[in-house]
């Protein structure tokens, strides 16, 4: 009770901010304003409206949502309340509005597998799992070892619900830029290999990312530009990022965080006198580079040359891909593929005009003002996303991405397909 009455006096105060707002915007903005004049309630519990107006880059619509989002419930690192309190699967599979069937005859005959690592923020993947499910797909999620005992527990009575979701058999606790962060992959790679799901090629996620492109044309990206073809973007390493592979770098913990650096010692070169590319941590990979990958003597010894050296994520799989007997490899290759939409701060002013939310880690955390951008990019995938700061980015954009889905469907479309509601707000006033 006490949260509905937080919740509604949150909507009041968004209400009371929204009309001075309105008074305001309305000299400052006027021909804005005759293009779009929202109306106030859509600050609260249904932004459909103010969604379009935002994704059509109207201004006065930015300034309404960035204000109305501060009074939005706070995102829950444990995931919606329903999650928690329900074991019964079609209750789950209903609240959760999951597709059910295969949209088209294309996809259906094309399988993806994913590789998701996660460790916090519940919302953010559930909202993630919701858009990229698709029964025939099969999904590995690795579940950080460092996560909280409810977290690990709801992710794995969720993924108990599909008979395609599976929870990674071996745990890692993953450190920023370490080895333990490739390790998981690879401990999800071992699971999908082995699953009797056919699918062609895995594509890996983190729990901060968000798709662009629906199934149907990732499976058709895949298709026709990388047919039987491994997506690795990078070069060869350049000599600004010798550093990650010259020393022999090694977990520290300081205050009980844990963090990755170098040592004193030098390492030998790379195995099997092997060229060491640098490029993206996320992939597109076929199943028969995968099984290479669990196979070849040169891609054994790399991994192993590989644990103490700084981010090697960033350079395993292109360095793979790049030999030129790896199947579906790609040795010409260079940054081209479509995998992720990144605003970095360095490419501020070149790639795209700056970031609407912050930089982390000189990666942007995407705000409301961003959400043209990212829906205009030609990449699959976009990173990163905080609905714990920017709620309405990602209730946006997974509304946006819905009806995209829904629209290209070639089959009967269930009504509960339909994202009716925010399940946060629900979950969180129920
Ligand atoms: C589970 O949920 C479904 C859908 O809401 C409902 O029809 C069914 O009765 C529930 N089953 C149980 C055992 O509560
Ligand atoms: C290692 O590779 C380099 C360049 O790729 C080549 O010049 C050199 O001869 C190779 N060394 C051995 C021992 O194969």
Not at 173 to 195: H, K
Not at 312 to 332: F, I, M, Q
Request: with cysteine.
């Amino acid at each position: 009770m006490s949260q509905l009455g937080a919740t509604k006096s949150g909507f009041i105060l968004c209400v009371c901010v929204c009309i001075i707002l309105f008074t305001f915007s309305g000299v400052k903005d006027l021909d804005e304003q005759k293009q779009y004049s929202p109306e106030i309630k859509e600050c609260g519990f249904y932004p459909g409206e103010l969604c379009t107006a935002i994704f059509e880059g109207k201004s006065a619509a930015l300034t309404v949502g960035n204000v109305c989002q501060r009074s939005f419930p706070p995102s829950r690192d444990n995931g919606p309340v329903f999650l928690q309190t329900t074991t019964n699967c079609s209750l789950i599979i209903q609240n959760l509005n999951i597709i059910t069937e295969p949209l088209s005859v294309e996809e259906a005959d094309y399988p993806l597998a994913y590789i998701i690592t996660i460790h916090k923020k519940l919302d953010m993947f559930v909202k993630l799992l919701r858009a990229i499910y698709a029964p025939q797909n099969i999904y590995c999620i690795h579940i950080d070892k460092k996560s909280s005992k409810i977290y690990s527990r709801t992710v794995r009575k969720l993924a108990s619900c599909f008979s395609n979701i599976i929870v990674s058999s071996k745990q890692e606790t993953v450190v920023y830029a370490g080895f333990s962060r490739l390790q998981a992959d690879v401990n999800c790679m071992e699971d999908l290999a082995d699953s009797e799901n056919p699918w062609k090629h895995v594509i890996n996620l983190c729990g901060q990312d968000f798709p662009i492109r629906t199934n149907r044309e990732i499976v058709r990206y895949l298709k026709t530009q990388w047919n039987g073809r491994n997506l690795t973007p990078g070069v060869i390493q350049p000599s600004h990022m010798k550093y990650r592979t010259s020393l022999s770098y090694r977990e520290f913990e300081h205050m009980g965080k844990a963090y990755v650096s170098p040592t004193a010692t030098e390492k030998s070169g790379p195995p099997n006198n092997i060229t060491i590319f640098f490029g993206t941590a996320y992939y597109a990979l076929t199943r028969d580079f995968v099984r290479f990958v669990r196979s070849d003597k040169r891609a054994k010894d790399l991994l192993k040359w590989s644990r103490d050296t700084y981010s090697p994520d960033e350079h395993y799989w292109v360095t793979l891909n790049r030999l030129k007997d790896a199947p579906g490899s790609t040795p010409d290759a260079q940054w081209e593929g479509n995998i992720r939409a990144v605003k970095w701060k360095d490419q501020e002013g070149t790639s795209h005009t700056g970031c609407s939310g912050h930089y982390v880690r000189d990666i942007c955390i995407y705000g409301l003002g961003d959400l043209q951008w990212i829906i205009e990019s030609p990449h699959l995938f976009a990173n990163k996303f905080d609905p714990g700061v920017y709620p309405l980015v990602t209730d946006c954009l997974e509304r946006h991405y819905r009806l995209k889905v829904l629209a290209q469907a070639e089959v009967a479309l269930d009504p509960n397909w339909y994202l009716q509601d925010n399940y946060t707000k629900k979950g969180t006033s129920t």
